[in-house]
């Protein structure tokens, strides 16, 4: 990845870059690079007092670590991309070189582990960049009104030098010479707080580099898992109830799948409330489309841990179903069919009827990727074995739609279809189809009945009107 990196970052026109991603500085330092000091008015310095600093692989073994401090504290400076681009062009260069070269000293340090003193610069140098005024002012930039609906976010200027911390930060957080009980000193809730406030960034590359970072922290910091979970509840929280605006959610939710996936049973109560609580509400939201594929997989995984949470997810769903949005109740139904999949009898048997209701409804849906979505279930086995043993019940409350479909509905490949569902449903007990199919006949004359009788009603009422009218004429 860090070669990678390395071919994906801008590089100077003037500079000449050698094949391991180091360059040969300019204006005649002779490969040295520089240290800066922060100015004392703010965190984008003006102007940098520099002095000439050795490259890490020209000193000692013994000069190493101290050298590698002072680079840490370089690169401390941050510079503002967002209201001043073009200045100081050269050191923003030279601190995207020292930033390589931590990087490349994490990569390959042997096999001691790293010392409190190290942890302790990392980490202030990773707060400086990530958490810095600058930072916040490009995400204040992006507009208030984002459409959470397309696909591209607005890409960060300063992320010359923050893909490589990003970088630093997941390699400090992995490596097998950090000590997890030092570093939980400096890795806090305090910066996994503010770590986790940087998901709801507009640039899908920091958010890919924030999700892989949180996963990392969260395996190997079992002190933070609790407080993890709980932010992420907040943030959350506030999305579906507050604002309905936020840019990282499916990554918080990939992350999450992951969380899930390692539950260990029976579940606790507090992840059943997270289901119920957080992962169903979260279905109602307009930008489900930005998310769903991730927040389905979340479900799903409850339901094949606990599969006594099957009928809770279904009346969920039928609780949030969309009613005008044809899109989102196609991803209903896929959604739905992943959780049948996982559904006892027993589980089934408490939701068939409400959601047999639903699937009529989708069936009657004049939108035909709708119709024709609800009549695939008919296709998944364990789905068909489910209705099929429970039919009595069901079929009643779904044959109208079905006849009506195989008879009046405008396209063709939906009544193909429905052709085909009856036929199966009339060799699987024909008895019971018969006798839906005179019902509905029943239920159709009466319909009929009905209104013709209502319209001779409306008829002699009128002739009554006119027959009033002509009579007040007349006298």
Same mark, same amino acid.
């Given at each position: 990845?860090?070669?990678?990196?390395?071919?994906?970052?801008?590089?100077?026109?003037?500079?000449?870059?050698?094949?391991?991603?180091?360059?040969?500085?300019?204006?005649?330092? +002779?490969?040295?690079?520089?240290?800066?000091?922060?100015?004392?008015?703010?965190?984008?310095?003006?102007?940098?007092?520099?002095?000439?600093?050795?490259?890490? &692989?020209?000193?000692?073994?013994?000069?190493?670590?101290?050298?590698?401090?002072?680079?840490?504290?370089?690169?401390?400076?941050?510079?503002?991309?967002?209201?001043?681009?073009?200045?100081?062009?050269?050191?923003?260069?030279?601190?995207?070189?020292?930033? @390589?070269?931590?990087?490349?000293?994490?990569?390959?340090?042997?096999?001691?582990?790293?010392?409190?003193?190290?942890?302790?610069?990392?980490? $202030?140098?990773?707060?400086?960049?990530?958490?810095?005024?600058?930072?916040?002012?490009?995400?204040?930039?992006?507009?208030?009104?984002?459409?959470?609906?397309?696909?591209?976010?607005?890409?960060?200027?300063?992320?010359?030098?923050?893909?490589?911390?990003?970088?630093?930060?997941?390699?400090?957080?992995?490596?097998?010479?950090?000590?997890?009980? =030092?570093?939980?000193?400096?890795?806090?809730?305090?910066?996994?707080? $503010?770590?986790?406030?940087?998901?709801?960034?507009?640039?899908?590359?920091?958010?890919?580099?924030?999700?892989?970072?949180?996963?990392?922290?969260?395996?190997?910091?079992?002190?933070? &898992?609790?407080?993890?979970?709980?932010?992420?509840?907040?943030?959350?929280?506030?999305? =579906?109830?507050? !604002?309905?605006?936020?840019?990282?959610?499916?990554?918080?939710?990939?992350?999450?799948?992951?969380?899930?996936?390692?539950?260990?049973?029976?579940?606790?109560?507090? +992840?059943?409330?997270?289901?119920? &609580?957080?992962?169903?509400? @979260?279905?109602?939201?307009?930008?489900?489309?930005?998310? +769903?594929?991730?927040?389905?997989?979340?479900?799903?995984?409850?339901?094949?841990?606990?599969?006594?949470?099957?009928?809770?997810?279904?009346?969920?769903?039928?609780?949030?179903?969309?009613? !005008?949005?044809?899109?989102?109740?196609?991803?209903?139904?896929?959604?739905?069919?992943?959780?049948?999949?996982?559904?006892?009898?027993?589980?089934?048997?408490?939701?068939? =009827?409400? @959601?047999? &209701?639903?699937?009529?409804?989708?069936?009657?849906?004049?939108?035909?990727?709708?119709?024709?979505?609800?009549?695939?279930?008919?296709?998944?086995?364990?789905?068909?074995?489910?209705?099929?043993?429970?039919?009595?019940?069901?079929?009643?409350?779904?044959?109208?739609?079905?006849?009506?479909?195989?008879?009046?509905?405008?396209?063709?490949?939906?009544?193909?279809?429905?052709?085909?569902?009856?036929?199966?449903?009339?060799?699987?007990?024909?008895?019971?189809?018969?006798?839906?199919?005179?019902?509905?006949?029943?239920?159709?004359?009466?319909?009929?009945?009905?209104?013709?009788?209502?319209?001779?009603?409306?008829?002699?009422?009128?002739?009554?009107?006119?027959?009033?009218?002509?009579?007040?004429?007349?006298?």
């Amino acid at each position: 990845m860090f070669k990678q990196i390395l071919g994906k970052l801008p590089k100077k026109p003037s500079a000449k870059f050698w094949d391991n991603g180091e360059s040969q500085t300019p204006d005649n330092n +002779h490969g040295d690079e520089v240290s800066s000091q922060r100015s004392s008015n703010g965190d984008s310095p003006d102007c940098v007092s520099l002095e000439v600093l050795p490259r890490l &692989r020209d000193v000692s073994i013994s000069e190493k670590q101290e050298l590698f401090l002072k680079k840490l504290r370089l690169c401390c400076v941050v510079f503002d991309f967002v209201t001043e681009p073009q200045q100081n062009l050269k050191e923003k260069e030279i601190k995207r070189q020292t930033l @390589l070269e931590v990087v490349d000293y994490v990569i390959s340090s042997g096999t001691g582990k790293f010392p409190e003193s190290v942890i302790q610069e990392a980490t $202030k140098m990773i707060s400086a960049n990530l958490f810095s005024n600058p930072h916040q002012q490009w995400k204040n930039k992006t507009p208030e009104a984002l459409d959470l609906e397309e696909e591209e976010g607005s890409l960060n200027p300063s992320w010359p030098h923050l893909q490589i911390v990003y970088e630093f930060l997941l390699r400090i957080v992995a490596s097998p010479n950090t000590d997890a009980k =030092i570093s939980k000193k400096y890795i806090d809730h305090t910066f996994v707080l $503010k770590l986790l406030d940087l998901f709801d960034s507009e640039d899908p590359r920091e958010r890919e580099y924030l999700k892989t970072i949180l996963h990392r922290i969260y395996g190997r910091f079992m002190v933070h &898992r609790p407080f993890i979970r709980k932010t992420m509840n907040n943030i959350l929280y506030d999305f =579906i109830f507050e !604002t309905g605006k936020h840019s990282g959610i499916a990554e918080f939710l990939e992350v999450l799948g992951s969380i899930i996936n390692g539950f260990a049973l029976p579940l606790k109560e507090e +992840h059943k409330l997270f289901l119920t &609580r957080v992962l169903v509400p @979260l279905h109602k939201l307009k930008c489900l489309p930005n998310y +769903h594929q991730q927040l389905s997989y979340c479900v799903i995984q409850f339901v094949e841990k606990d599969c006594k949470l099957a009928d809770t997810v279904i009346k969920g769903l039928l609780k949030y179903w969309p009613v !005008t949005n044809s899109s989102k109740e196609i991803m209903f139904l896929n959604e739905l069919e992943e959780i049948l999949e996982a559904t006892q009898l027993t589980e089934f048997e408490r939701c068939m =009827i409400p @959601l047999s &209701r639903q699937i009529a409804q989708c069936l009657s849906s004049s939108h035909f990727q709708v119709a024709e979505r609800a009549l695939y279930l008919w296709n998944n086995d364990h789905v068909s074995n489910l209705v099929r043993q429970n039919s009595r019940i069901i079929l009643p409350i779904v044959f109208p739609a079905l006849e009506k479909n195989g008879s009046s509905h405008w396209n063709q490949a939906v009544k193909n279809l429905t052709d085909n569902v009856l036929k199966v449903l009339s060799d699987t007990n024909p008895e019971l189809f018969e006798e839906c199919l005179r019902k509905f006949q029943e239920d159709q004359q009466n319909a009929e009945d009905t209104k013709k009788k209502n319209g001779e009603t409306w008829r002699q009422l009128e002739e009554i009107v006119a027959s009033k009218g002509h009579t007040s004429m007349a006298k």
